[in-house]
C-alpha cells in the first residue's frame, strides 16, 4: 500500500475514534457543556492540555523554525513551556478555586464590573480567532499533500469532524478526544524521530541523539551541532548553535520574545479554561505538572527533528542535479512549497544562505528545461537557488529520511489531530465567550438552561465557520500568526489576572484602564510594524515580542489607576481572600 | 492563615527565581559564556536553551505541587 492509501486508512481510524467518543461523551447540561462537569481527573485534564495546546505550529511549524534559525528557535521552545511554571504557580490553582466557568467570569465578578467583563470578553475573542486562524491552514497544508484533495475539501472535512464532536458534547466531547488526539499526535510526532536519530546517530533517544555523533557518511565519527556550524559557515549561513550576532534577533529581542510567548500562554483563555474542568484545587496544580510534562515530550524532541531534517536536507538536496533529487522533492514542488531557480543554468541544485528569489513562487505552469516547474518570481541577488517553506520540514522529515508508507501516513494524522484540538479548544472559548458571557451573563440572565445550551450549540456552529474561512483563505505562515495571538494573550489577560489574585487593592478602573492599554499598544505596534511597514520602532524589538512591553504597561496602568480610585468592596475583598485557600473549592458553578 | 499564604508566597519567589535563571539566565542572558563549556556534543548554553530550561520547568511545577500538598496540610486548609 502506497502513502496515499495507508493516509485514507490512519486519519479514517482517527476521525472514527474521535466520531466515537464525541457520541460517548454528549451532553445534556452548560455544566457538561462549559466545563465537562468539573469531574476531569488530574492525568486526562493534562493530556487533554497539552493537545489543546500545542497547535499546527507546534506539531507542524516548530521544528521547521528552529531548523532554519539554530539557537534562535529555542524562543519558541522556552516560550511555549515556561509559561505552565506561571500558570501552575500564579493561576490555575486560584481560578480553578474561585470556581465560574470562564475567564470574563473571574474579570467581571472580581473586578465588580459588567464593562471589565464585557471589555474580557472581547479580548478572548479577538485572542481565540487570531489564533484559530492559524490552525486552519496547517489542516489545509496536510490535507492538499497527503490525501491530494482540493485544500477547500479538506478544511470542510476536518471542519465537520469538529462540530460534531465540540457541538454534541461541549468541553465533555471536546476533553475526550484531545485526549484522544494527544496519543495520536505523540506517537506520530516521536516514531520518526526515533527512528531518524537511530539512523543518524544509532541513539534511540533524540533528546541525546542531537547531541552526539553522526555514525556513516562523509561526516562519520564528528557531533551532528559541529557539522551543522560547519555546513552552516560553508554555505554563508550563522553557526548552528550560535546566539545573537548579525543577521540574527538581539538579546533584548529574544529576551522580550520568550517574555510575550511565555506570559501569553498563561494568558490564553482557552489554557485557562481547562483548569475549570478538574475536581480540586490540588488537582489543578497536580494536572498542570502532567500537562507540561506530556508537552515537554514533543518540546524537547523537536530541537532535535530541527537538527536531523536539517543535516539530512542539505545533505539529500544541495549540489545534487534536479533529475537525482528525491522523489519527495518532487512531490512537496507539486504542492508549491519547494521551488527551484537554475540561475547558473548548471543543472544542479545550491541551497545557500538568503531568499532564492523575491517573494513567494508564483509557478508559470510550464516546466523549465530540467523538468522542474517554472517560476516567473524575479531571482535575488544571492546564490541560492531552492525555495523551502518552512512549514514542511516536519511533513516531509520521515520521506527526506527514507521511512516507510505508514510512518509518514502517521505523521499526516498527527498533524491533524494537533491542529483539529487547538482549534476545537478554541471554539469553545469563542462560544462560551458569546453564549454564556454576552447571552447569559449579560444580556438575558433569566434564560432557561435549555435555551443557554441551544446558543451554545449554535455558537459552536459559528465558530466552526469562522474557523472554515481562515483554513481557505490563510493568513501568513503558521507560527507567525500563532505568535501574534501570543502578545495580545500577554498584554490583555495574564496582568489583570496576576493582580486579581495577589493585590487586593486592584480597582475596577485600574483593570478597565490596564486590559485596553495594554491590548491597544500591542495592536497598534503589530499593525503598524505588519502591515504598515512601519520600522521597528520601540527599541528594535520585534512584533511578535511586543507583548512583552504591552504586558508591563497593563502593569503600570492598573497599578497607577488602582491607587488614586477608591479601594474595591470589602466582599470583593473577601473573595479575594476566599481564592487563596484551597478548602471548599466544590464543583463549578455558574452564578 | 496569614503564615500560611506567606510561606506559599516565600515557596513561590524560591521556583520563580530558578524558573528565571535557567531560562533568561543561562539560555540568553549567559548564553554566550556558557557555550565556552560543552556536554558531549552540545555546547552548554545552547543545551539550556533548547532542553535543559524545559527539563527544569518541569520538575519546578512537580515541586510546587508537593510543598503545597505539604502546607495545605499542615495549615488544615486542604480539600
Known amino acids: 500500500m502506497g502513502i496515499q492509501g495507508w493516509t485514507y486508512v490512519m486519519v479514517g481510524l482517527t476521525f472514527g475514534v474521535y466520531i466515537t467518543i464525541a457520541w460517548l461523551s454528549r451532553v445534556k447540561d452548560t455544566k457538561g457543556f462549559y466545563v465537562a462537569g468539573g469531574g476531569v481527573p488530574p492525568l486526562a485534564n493534562g493530556m487533554a492540555t497539552a493537545a489543546d495546546w500545542m497547535s499546527a505550529a507546534s506539531f507542524i511549524s516548530m521544528a521547521g523554525i528552529i531548523s532554519f534559525q539554530g539557537y534562535t528557535g529555542a524562543v519558541y521552545l522556552m516560550g511555549w513551556t515556561g509559561g505552565y511554571v506561571l500558570l501552575a504557580l500564579l493561576l490555575a490553582p486560584y481560578l480553578r478555586k474561585f470556581g465560574k466557568f470562564t475567564v470574563p467570569d473571574f474579570v467581571g465578578d472580581r473586578y465588580y464590573s459588567n464593562i471589565a467583563r464585557l471589555v474580557a470578553l472581547i479580548c478572548a475573542i479577538f485572542v481565540s480567532l487570531t489564533y484559530v486562524a492559524g490552525q486552519m491552514r496547517g489542516v489545509g497544508i496536510v490535507f492538499s499533500r497527503f490525501l491530494e484533495v482540493d485544500v477547500n475539501t479538506g478544511v470542510v472535512i476536518g471542519m465537520v469532524i469538529v462540530f460534531i464532536y465540540a457541538g454534541l458534547g461541549g468541553m465533555k466531547g471536546i476533553t475526550w478526544t484531545q485526549v484522544a488526539q494527544y496519543c495520536v499526535l505523540i506517537v506520530a510526532f516521536l516514531i520518526p524521530a526515533v527512528a531518524i536519530s537511530v539512523k543518524i546517530t544509532g541513539v534511540a533517544i533524540p533528546q541525546i541523539g542531537f547531541g552526539s555523533t553522526i555514525i556513516s557518511g562523509p561526516d562519520a565519527g564528528k557531533y551532528l551541532l559541529d557539522t551543522l556550524n560547519q555546513i552552516g559557515t560553508d554555505l554563508g549561513f550563522r553557526e548552528y548553535t550560535s546566539a545573537f550576532g548579525p543577521g540574527n534577533r538581539s538579546m533584548l529581542d529574544v529576551f522580550a520574545m520568550t517574555m510575550s510567548l511565555m506570559v501569553g500562554t498563561a494568558g490564553l483563555p482557552h489554557v485557562i479554561i481547562r483548569f475549570y474542568t478538574v475536581p480540586s484545587v490540588r488537582a489543578a496544580r497536580l494536572s ?30 544541495n549540489e545534487k542535479t534536479y533529475a537525482e533529487a528525491p522523489t519527495w522533492f518532487n512531490n512537496w514542488e507539486t504542492t508549491g512549497l519547494i521551488a527551484w531557480l537554475d540561475k547558473n543554468n548548471d543543472g544542479i541544485i545550491q541551497y545557500r544562505a538568503g531568499a532564492a528569489f523575491v517573494g513567494k513562487p508564483s509557478f508559470t505552469g510550464a516546466l523549465g528545461t530540467h523538468g522542474e516547474r517554472s517560476i516567473s518570481n524575479a531571482p535575488s541577488s544571492s546564490t541560492n537557488e531552492l525555495y523551502v517553506d518552512r512549514d514542511i520540514m516536519v511533513l516531509a522529515n520521515p520521506e527526506i529520511a527514507g521511512l516507510p508508507a505508514w510512518v509518514i501516513a502517521l505523521v499526516a494524522a498527527g498533524g491533524l489531530a494537533a491542529a483539529l484540538s487547538t482549534a476545537s479548544g ?17 444580556i438575558n440572565r433569566n434564560a432557561s438552561e435549555k435555551s443557554r445550551l441551544a446558543v451554545g450549540r449554535v455558537m459552536i456552529g459559528v465558530a466552526v465557520c469562522v474557523a472554515g474561512y481562515f483554513g481557505i483563505n490563510p493568513p501568513g505562515f503558521v507560527a507567525q500568526v500563532v505568535a501574534l495571538a501570543f502578545g495580545l494573550g500577554a498584554s490583555s489577560f495574564f496582568p489583570i489576572l496576576v493582580l486579581g489574585i495577589f493585590w487586593k487593592r486592584a480597582t475596577r478602573e485600574g483593570a478597565i484602564a490596564g486590559m485596553v492599554a495594554g491590548i491597544g499598544f500591542t495592536m497598534l505596534y503589530i499593525i503598524q510594524t505588519k502591515f504598515l511597514g512601519v ?8 512584533p511578535e515580542g511586543i507583548g512583552f512591553i504591552g504586558m508591563l504597561l497593563n502593569f503600570a496602568m492598573i497599578i497607577g489607576v488602582s491607587l488614586v480610585t477608591p479601594a474595591p468592596p470589602k466582599e470583593i475583598q473577601e473573595l479575594v481572600d476566599n481564592v487563596r485557600f484551597p478548602r471548599g473549592a466544590g464543583m463549578a458553578v455558574d452564578h | 492563615m496569614k503564615e500560611y499564604w506567606k510561606q506559599n508566597l516565600g515557596y513561590m519567589i524560591i521556583l520563580l527565581s530558578i524558573w528565571a535563571l535557567v531560562s533568561y539566565g543561562c539560555g540568553i542572558i549567559f548564553v554566550e559564556p556558557l557555550n565556552a563549556f560543552r556536554m558531549g556534543g552540545f555546547p552548554l548554553g545552547f543545551w539550556f536553551a533548547q532542553q535543559g530550561s524545559i527539563y527544569v520547568f518541569v520538575i519546578l511545577i512537580y515541586v510546587y505541587y508537593l510543598l503545597m500538598l505539604r502546607l495545605d496540610r499542615k495549615y488544615d486548609v486542604d480539600e
Not at chain 1, 295 to 313: D, E, H, K, Q, W
Not at chain 1, 426 to 442: E, G, K
Request: without cysteine; hydrophobic residues 60%.
Open chain 1, 288 to 317: 498542570a505538572g502532567y500537562a507540561l510534562l506530556f508537552i515537554a515530550i514533543l518540546y524537547t524532541t523537536a530541537p532535535a527533528v530541527a537538527s536531523f531534517a536539517r543535516y539530512n536536507m542539505v545533505n539529500t538536496i
Open chain 1, 535 to 542: 520600522g521597528w520602532w520601540f527599541m528594535d524589538i520585534s
Open chain 1, 426 to 442: 478554541l471554539m469553545l472559548v469563542i462560544a462560551s465567550s458569546i453564549s454564556h458571557d454576552l447571552y447569559y451573563r449579560l
